[in-house]
Nanobody, 122 residues
Framework: VQLQASGGGLVQAGGSLKLSCAASGRTFSMYTMAWFRQAPGKEREFVAAIRWSGGGANYADSVKGRFTISRDNAKNTWYLQMNSLKPEDTAVYYC????????????????WGQGTQVTVSS
């Protein structure tokens, strides 16, 4: 199983970016797809998650109203639309897939992408 994250880059505060995570090697019909991020010197933190089979999404309080997670089952891909970006959103963003007991806890995710850097300048 491989997860390939892409779409990161450098953007000014207030700008937008859309991250993608393309999955291959298996089907994810029973899985939760998520995004985490890790800033230098900090622990990896939960950003957003969505179930492959549908239902609502979960968001960290820090990104609610600014970020939107979505998926395209036909393409085995999920996305993170990030609007109104702030300098504190700067981090390496990782996509993940798993069957978490707790959606926001990294150790419950079996599969991880390689990460994509997002840098927001002030």
């Amino acid at each position: 199983v491989q997860l390939q994250a892409s779409g990161g880059g450098l953007v000014q505060a207030g700008g937008s970016l859309k991250l993608s995570c393309a999955a291959s090697g298996r089907t994810f019909s029973m899985y939760t797809m998520a995004w985490f991020r890790q800033a230098p010197g900090k622990e990896r933190e939960f950003v957003a998650a969505i179930r492959w089979s549908g239902g609502g999404a979960n968001y960290a309080d820090s990104v609610k109203g600014r970020f939107t997670i979505s998926r395209d089952n036909a393409k085995n891909t999920w996305y993170l639309q990030m609007n109104s970006l702030k300098p504190e959103d700067t981090a390496v963003y990782y996509c993940a897939a798993g069957t978490p007991v707790v959606v926001g806890t990294p150790r419950y995710y079996n599969y991880w992408g390689q990460g994509t850097q997002v840098t927001v300048s002030s």
